[in-house]
């Protein structure tokens, strides 16, 4: 499985980024894509997570009704959507994988990771 993170950057407060994972040699009849962040020093953060099967969706409290994750099948992506961007959502971002849909929301249950992106959000 390999998963590849993009779409990061520095955007000012109130503004949107979206970032794409794509993921690829996924095998697994369902499975989820998540995303978490990450401050140096940090426990990795749930952020959202999108199951393929059945499209659920699951967020953390602190993005609701602000970030939005979704997916392009034919391009085996899931996007997060980040509208009303805070400061405080300034960190990396890391893409997730593992089988099932079980809304799992501990980094601890996904063992397929992309690289980071940066999103920085200044005031």
């Known amino acids: 499985v390999q998963l590849q993170a993009s779409g990061g950057g520095l955007v000012q407060s109130g503004g949107s980024l979206r970032l794409s994972c794509l993921h690829s040699?996924?095998?697994?009849?369902?499975?989820?894509v998540a995303w978490f962040r990450q401050d140096p020093g940090k426990e990795r953060e749930f952020v959202a997570a999108?199951?393929?099967?059945?499209?659920?969706?699951n967020y953390a409290d602190s993005v609701k009704g602000r970030f939005t994750i979704s997916r392009n099948n034919a391009k085996n992506t899931v996007y997060l959507q980040m509208n009303s961007l805070t400061p405080e959502d300034t960190t990396h971002y890391y893409c997730a994988l593992r089988e099932g849909e079980v809304p799992y929301t501990t980094a601890r249950h996904f063992p397929h990771w992309g690289q980071g992106t940066l999103v920085t959000v200044s005031s």
């Open positions: 040699g996924v095998t697994f009849s369902t499975y989820t």
């Open positions: 999108f199951g393929w099967r059945y499209a659920r969706t």
